[in-house]
């Protein structure tokens, strides 16, 4: 615990002792599981703290910033559950709607979410795809997050289709380039949204290692979007090409 409470403090983030014991008991509890189903390749204990709790806090930024409580969140593709159920335990007035497609890593998500009695979490084992054409949660969050995305483009399709007018969107993936930056604006401008920020958080004694692009939602998006199952995937959406 004192490994805990050591890295966050590194951070500027005081844990009270319910936070403590959540972390410890969700890091325990995900390398036991993870011996029977793969959930992450990350396990030492440091690095679970450094690279996945405390990165998933990297949202925190939009909540902390352009947004007054209660929340409600979303994290698609959530996975082992990051960001969503790190967020969950340090904002107790969001609520964390954790989205994810594969069935073993849901029973994880359920098994946990009830192991840590964290009763701000909601857990939904479908896609994205067919959610966000859900009446109940298209267009209703306040912030729509995902972490470790393979292409950012997809994700905005993703992620926009959930986001309230004035919401926001949140990606948490490797540094941009500022060209690059401008592509995702356009991507996102097609989905009813821009980018209002991109920060990238380091360490004291290591390089840039994280990006974190913030969007939000200025229109309804197409009701197009998001499309079928596999589409976004196989075809995401490009910018304009240049002249």
Same mark, same amino acid.
């Given at each position: 615990?004192d490994l805990?409470?050591?890295e966050?403090?590194?951070?500027?983030?005081?844990?009270?002792?319910?936070?403590?014991k959540?972390?410890?008991?969700?890091y325990?509890?995900?390398?036991?599981?993870?011996k029977?189903?793969?959930?992450t390749?990350?396990?030492?204990?440091k690095?679970?703290v450094?690279k996945?709790?405390?990165d998933s806090?990297?949202?925190?930024?939009v909540?902390?910033?352009?947004?007054?409580?209660?929340f409600?969140?979303i994290?698609?593709?959530?996975?082992?559950?990051?960001?969503?159920?790190?967020i969950?335990?340090m904002?107790?007035?969001?609520?964390?709607?954790?989205?994810?497609?594969?069935?073993?890593?849901?029973t994880?998500?359920?098994?946990i979410?009830?192991?840590?009695?964290?009763t701000?979490?909601?857990?939904?084992?479908?896609?994205?795809?067919?959610l966000?054409?859900?009446?109940?949660f298209?267009?209703?969050?306040?912030?729509a997050?995902?972490?470790?995305?393979?292409?950012?483009?997809?994700?905005?399709e993703y992620?926009?289709p959930?986001?309230?007018?004035?919401?926001?969107v949140t990606i948490l993936?490797?540094?941009?380039l *500022?060209k690059?930056i *401008?592509?995702?604006?356009e991507?996102?401008?097609?989905l009813?949204?821009?980018? %209002?920020e991109?920060k /990238?958080a380091? /360490?004291?004694?290591q390089?840039?290692?994280?990006g %974190?692009?913030?969007?939000?939602?200025q229109?309804s998006?197409?009701?197009?979007?998001?499309?079928r199952?596999?589409?976004?995937?196989?075809?995401?959406?490009?910018?304009?090409?240049?002249?």
């Open positions: 615990m805990l409470r050591n966050f403090q590194r951070k500027g983030i005081d844990l009270n002792d319910q936070q403590i959540r972390f410890s008991d969700y325990h509890t995900l390398a036991e599981w993870n029977k189903i793969n959930l390749r990350i396990v030492e204990k690095d679970v450094t996945h709790f405390l806090l990297e949202a925190l930024h909540i902390n910033n352009y947004l007054k409580p209660p409600r969140v994290d698609i593709g959530s996975g082992a559950g990051f960001p969503g159920i790190p969950a335990i904002a107790n007035n969001a609520h964390v709607h954790l989205v994810e497609a594969t069935r073993k890593k849901t994880f998500l359920d098994y979410v009830h192991e840590l009695n964290m701000n979490i909601s857990v939904h084992n479908t896609r994205a795809e067919i966000g054409h859900d009446p109940s298209r267009e209703t969050f306040d912030i997050i995902a972490r470790g995305v393979s292409h950012i483009f997809a994700s905005l992620l926009l959930f986001c309230r007018i004035g919401g926001f993936t490797k540094p941009l *500022g690059t *401008g592509q995702i604006n991507v996102m401008e097609s009813g949204g821009s980018i %209002v991109y /990238e380091t /360490e004291s004694d390089p840039v290692r994280r %974190v692009v913030i969007g939000k939602k229109c998006t197409h009701p197009d979007y998001p499309r199952p596999g589409a976004i995937s196989k075809n995401p959406l490009q910018p304009r090409k240049e002249k």
